[in-house]
């Protein structure tokens, strides 16, 4: 009986993710609404592996209709999104189309004037997951500020925000600006990539932002309650759901001793060490050419814990503030690079907060403040309920 009400639960359950689907349109998947803008212009593409119109990758799909297609932009991960976190992408050529490939995650961050003399305008349609040091957000910063300056016009393509019901997270200071987090937002911004190329526009977070021309083309019957679950990788590490869902709490212990799965099947799914137990579950993590290629405590048996049924969601101080009192009462320093911990966070006051043994009450409160501010700052730039 119990084993018949789980399967009618799992179909119905099933079945409400693929109402989801098929009622939520992408961007891409809306052509009447871009193609008059890019027909008879030569258009440059920022975009990877989620970047899909219906069974079609957007580059293939633009070129069935006529558009000209002259460079791919590439962001962290590479165009096929095969490379690991870090890994420098390079120049190249699309062995498809014969397109060029232009790296933006490389010698050049930012699209330069002649990476751009031959684009009359870009078009970016990259899928994010929400969290502030996720990189690909970082690139349209970049490439908003591009534009603006070399008067290109750009066209953002939204998607859904798989993590878009949070907005938590310490805000990240001035002074601690970097490609994990450039503009000052919280760690969990609860916006698409359209509504926040909005708002980097409109609060004049990129040179010249007043000549810029955006223009965003949303997604269709979406509100931001949805869940979303993305229908291709977002980057090596992100394989599934669970990923995507458990990456901002996970992803502050990149900047510790703890491995976090990278080199496993279960990449920020798990958090493990080998001096200290963190729970029962073991693994050991291995090189994987295209998503881990010199994982942390490579070869080690480590013991954590397997948080796929966990019920982490949004960013979830708890576990961290945990795993750091259980280091602290074991004499481990837990925080190996605090200066990249700090980065990631968006500033110093998380890691000294947990250094002074404030407890993950306090902390979670003393962030408040500035997201309330955010929320309010953020009100005339979304697009979605």
Known sequence: MISRICLTVFILFVSALQTVQATITVAAEQPERYLPLLQGQRVGLVVNQTSRAHSLHLVDFLISKHIAVQAVFAPEHGFRGKLGAGEKVTDGKDPKTGLP?????????????????????????????????????STLHYVMEAAAEQHIPLIVLDRPNPNGRFVDGPVRDPEFASFVGLDPIPLLHGMTVAELARMIK????????????????????????????????????????????????????????????????????????????L????????????????????????????????????????????????FRQAGIPLIDRPDFFDLLSGTDRLRQQLESGMSAADIRASWQADLTAFKTRRQPYLLYP
């Open 101 to 137: 490939i232009r790296s933006l995650y490389g010698k050049h961050k930012k699209p330069s004037p002649d990476m751009l003399a031959d684009i009359d305008v870009l078009v970016f349609d990259i899928q994010d997951v929400g969290a502030r040091f996720y990189t690909y957000i």
């Open 279 to 326: 729970g029962e579950f073991h693994f050991t993590p291995r090189p994987m050419p295209e998503s881990a290629p010199n994982p942390k405590l490579e070869g080690e048996l480590l013991y954590g814990a397997l948080l796929q049924d966990s019920d982490i969601e949004g960013f979830d101080i708890t576990l961290l503030h945990r795993v750091f009192t259980q």
């Open 202 to 277: 409109g609060e004049g977070w990129i040179n010249a932002a007043q000549d810029l021309s955006l223009t965003v083309i949303p997604v269709a019957q979406y509100n931001r309650s949805m869940h979303y679950p993305l229908p291709i990788a977002p980057s090596p590490n992100l394989p599934n759901h669970h990923a995507v869902r458990l990456y901002p709490s996970l992803c502050l212990f990149e900047a510790t001793v703890v491995s976090v799965g990278r080199g496993t099947p279960w990449p920020f799914q798990v958090i493990g060490f080998d001096e200290l137990p």
